[in-house]
């Protein structure tokens, strides 16, 4: 079994947990808050992981049996001795017996250690709030989503994210056009002049962000973004106290493929950008190359809340520092037909009215 | 009251279009005479009918729209105006058929564009298309910009006069 760590309160020995609107590591039981700094010593026992002492007799049948927990860990509780299971990459959770705040210290220690990590801004509260808020302005969301669908599951996770910074050069060819066109008595001309067009340019990428959870759907990661560098503090295991964790288990060689394309896309948008002369321009052939790249590993705040309506799951995320609110709701038909209807009429009836007066005029 | 206005309007709109186009399908229209007097009295009996239920229902903007309308089809089926209508060329037939068939696809088109605005906006987890957010402000510099002429093309085609028509 794996080590974890709970961060006692030094006054009344109940679990901490990260308060954001303080910003501290806060006592719920006796509401005393302890900077984060001067919980950093604790971090030097993470960094010391001993062998497990714990001999605990088992009745036979009461063992795990073999290969059951495969892509699995079981941890002790220190507080109620209680059995946490779950899977090899949870790096925080809650007890499920006493509801106490854990840290798989071994998750995040040597090589697995994340470089940085925002803290939570947003609290449970403003989850739940930007649930209802995501719900407004639907037309074509069923009401009875809005009155029936409940909120089945909200927990705040720090994601595993890779950010790359990168200094790229990139070349670009384009075919360009210029249209120009007058008239004289008799004709219409049209003259259209092309253009072969060369643009060389440089930019620098900063904490380009990939997804480094296979658990996380990559698309719904994206649609939180952006995160931004204002809230980022080098990472210490006491901002996940109260939270959930996973370590990442896409490594960055894995991530590399979709930042790059990421990178390519935007630089080349850039150099296009510097094309308006033109009536019209196509990409002939572009390359791009990265210097100086490096990857960082980040803990990212993210809540992610499940909702059940009709014997259906939807899920949605908020992101833990802007409040950005996504998922994808479900759509009333029967609404969708009557409202393309009701356009449709409108809009016919409108044109008539233009067809009208045209001929009557 | 929002939903009267609409329903108002509306209304207006369909009797106004309604109430019109007898009045230029009619292909014996510069021969109607007697008839098209019979027939204005048929409309504007329609023509208060509805006036009086929109009334009840709508404003008074809504009910300035349905007499402006309603004025407009009765001098045009009549034809008895101070305007100079004699010059214009009775609207065709097919002319109207095409306007009205065209009037019917925009709408459509409208009415799916517009749903599928509204639709879309139940959608929001998608792929992010670059890293525009991330690039560093003002890093980026253009280091060579090229532009070399190739060729020209000119296309002319014959201008349509009034003759041609």
Redesign the interface.
Known sequence: MGAILEYKCPCCSGPLQFDTDAQKMKCPYCDNEFDAETLKSNDDILKEEKPDMMDWSSQPGNEWMQGELDGQKVYLCNSCGGQIVCDDTTGATDCPYCGSPVVMVGQFAGDKRPDIIIPFKLDKEAAKNGFKQHLCKKRLLPKAFRTDSYIDDIKGVYVPFWLYDAHADAQAYFHGTKVKSWSDDKYNYTKTSHYRLYRNGSMDYERVPVDGSSKMADDLMESLEPFTADGEVAFQTAYLSGYMADKYDVDSDESNGRANERIKKSTLDRLTSTTTDFTSVTTESSSVQLDNGTVKYALYPVWLLTAKWNGDIYNFAMNGQTGKFVGNLPLDKGAYWRWTGLIALIATVAALAVSAFVLLN | MMKKRITAI?AA??I??GA?VPA?ADEDFNTAGNDAQVLLTAQEAKADNAFDTLDAISDDSAAVALSDNYDTAAI?ETGDTDSDDSDKAP?ATR??VI??C???V???I???I??GI??S????????????????PD?????????????????????QTDKDR
């Open positions: 509306l709109a369909i106004a279009v019109s230029f045009n609207v002319d109207i306007a009205v065209i009037s019917v925009i709408g459509i409208i009415g799916f517009g749903s509204m639709k906006k139940l959608t929001s987890v998608r792929y992010q298309s670059g890293a525009a957010d991330y690039i560093v890093s980026f510099k253009l280091n060579d910009s090229r532009d070399v002429y190739l060729y020209s093309t000119v296309t002319k085609t014959e201008r």
